[in-house]
């Protein structure tokens, strides 16, 4: 459902039913009947404004309830979770944006904005809003041989199709339906990172409509540029084009996969400080992944480096694996497949589980976590190596990702099909949570979200936050664009 068709124009009025000389209604409606009602009060009240011409339908097409494309658009990754806004307005151009902000601070909506729909919050929906989706926006356009400007709504798989048959490489991540644009504005990370940075540090530009219905190149204002890399998303305005510098692609891609099974508490604990000792001698080139599932262990271990090097750094925990498997020397394409995961919508709960920077961070609960894990079929607790170049200080100053001297991160999954185990989920995803809180572990990152963060200002940008607002209130005073965890705007001191 989040790999959106792309319709030409004249095809989504088709499946809409509509002519071109679709006029999109802007008026009240019922939830309970969905049809659209003006009331005499609201047209009284709605001619005192100076109301919007009609929109070209090229730039954008406004859904509502009874709209039967409403409900595909309306669905997210997630298909736990559930909203309604009052207008999807989906977009192809910069200028069907503008129009859909217009229509917000007309109407004094709410504004969430939507590309790929991965949120693990539904971040990017609302109910009763309206919800910008840019997911049609996908042109590719090379610049150089080294620069690339994008628009929001690619996909990474679209792009890896599109970079590496010219052998080009920007770090991203590795799941094919995230689009560009939420991985990059909440700092992106995966299996290039430790040698290139994350994927907001190849950001050179961006281009985004704002609050106030214009257009803005960072160009004229480099600290919004630092803002958007790792604050970004859905804060200060609808991004609709950015442009990345690239690296010259390696000509190959191995992975060690070690599988470990029917583990006990203290089992558990020794492999989890092996690999912590291990992966701190990992070469920039390569990257790993500890993952307990049940009673299961995996370990990927992957580099685009030397593969013999990563055998011999993982040594010891491969003289130990219950089973070894090697896949070396792979194309990126090949390779790069392999981690697109499954297509949505699914039902499940996602979040940071931390980020450390060392194994004692998490000494004295081992036994407990392995335990609620184990007991609980369909939880599980990753942690996957950052460090390297992230960690380098010219990408701390240009970004406002806060986090990178640590070079741990924990994920806490948990997936379900039948409905009846999401209570018995969502308890033991919240009881491992309080053990990582009460280790004192607060940072967490911008794109695992969770609902439940206490002082989630501080655990997603740390001491950045406050600049962070007086932006916000630089370029969206009134609050326009928002969820339940967005920037505030900074209060004016008088």
């Known amino acids: 459902m989040e790999d959106y068709p792309k319709y030409s124009k004249r095809q989504f009025l088709k499946i809409l039913g509509l002519g071109i000389a679709f006029l999109p ?3 009240c409606f019922t939830s309970e009947e969905n049809k659209t009602i003006v009331s005499n009060d609201a047209k009284d009240k709605n001619s005192e404004k100076p109301q919007l011409p009609e929109p070209n339908p090229d730039d954008i097409l406004l ?4 709209h039967d494309a409403y409900a595909q658009y309306n669905q997210g990754f997630n298909k736990r979770l559930h909203f309604l806004p009052k207008y999807i307005a989906v977009c192809f151009t910069e200028k069907g944006v503008q129009y859909a902000v217009q229509l917000a601070k007309q109407e004094q909506l709410p504004v969430a904005v939507k590309s790929g729909g991965h949120s693990f919050e539904g971040f990017s929906s609302n109910d009763g809003g309206l919800v910008i989706n840019v997911s049609q926006m996908k042109a590719i356009h090379w610049l150089s041989e080294g620069e690339i400007e994008i628009q929001p709504g690619v996909l990474l798989q679209d792009l890896h199709q599109e970079l590496f048959p010219k052998n080009k490489l920007l770090p991203t991540g590795s799941c094919g339906t995230v689009a560009i644009a939420g991985l990059t504005l909440g700092g992106g990370y995966g299996f290039f990172s430790r040698k290139f940075g994350l994927t907001c540090d190849s950001l050179q530009e961006i281009k985004l409509v704002t609050a106030d219905g214009k257009t803005h190149s960072t160009k004229e204002d480099s600290q ?3 803002a958007c890399k790792g604050g970004g998303n859905g804060n200060f305005g609808v991004v609709t084009t950015f442009r990345f510098s690239l690296f010259e692609a390696p000509e190959s891609f191995s992975t060690l996969t070690l599988k470990f099974r029917n583990l006990n508490p ?21 990257f790993s992944a500890f993952v307990l599932n049940g009673q299961t262990l995996t370990i990927l271990a992957t580099t685009y480096g030397n593969s013999q090097v990563l055998e011999q750094q993982m040594t010891p925990l ?4 219950d089973k070894a498997t090697r896949n070396f020397h792979q ?13 949505g919508p699914i039902n499940f709960k996602n979040a940071s589980a931390g980020m450390y920077q060392q194994q004692q961070d998490l000494s004295g609960i ?3 976590l392995f335990n609620l894990v184990k007991n609980t079929p369909g939880i599980i607790f990753q942690i996957n190596t950052l460090g390297g170049d992230i960690a380098d200080p010219s990408f701390e100053r240009a970004s406002s990702f806060p986090h990178r001297g640590l070079p741990y991160l924990g994920e806490l999954q948990a997936y379900w099909d039948q409905d009846e185990r999401e209570p018995e989920l969502l308890k033991a995803f919240s009881n491992i949570q309080a053990l990582i809180e009460q280790q004192g572990i ?4 911008r794109n695992y979200p969770d609902i439940h963060f206490s002082n989630w200002e501080q655990a997603y940008y740390g001491t950045a936050y406050k600049k962070l607002q007086q932006i916000k209130r630089k370029y969206d005073p009134e609050n326009l664009f928002q969820y339940p965890q967005s920037i505030q705007p900074d209060i004016e001191m008088t």
Do not use: C, I, N, P
């Open 366 to 368: 081992e036994e407990a």
């Open 224 to 226: 919004l540029l630092w």
């Open 63 to 66: 859904l509502q309830r009874h």
């Open 25 to 27: 209604l802007m008026s």
């Open 266 to 286: 203290s089992r558990f604990s020794e492999l989890l400080h092996l690999w912590f000792t291990q992966t701190e001698l990992l070469d920039k080139e390569a």
């Open 331 to 343: 194309t990126l394409v090949v390779a790069m497949k392999r981690y697109y995961g499954r297509k």
């Open 318 to 321: 491969v003289s130990q694996a």
């Open 442 to 445: 607060r940072a967490h990152y």
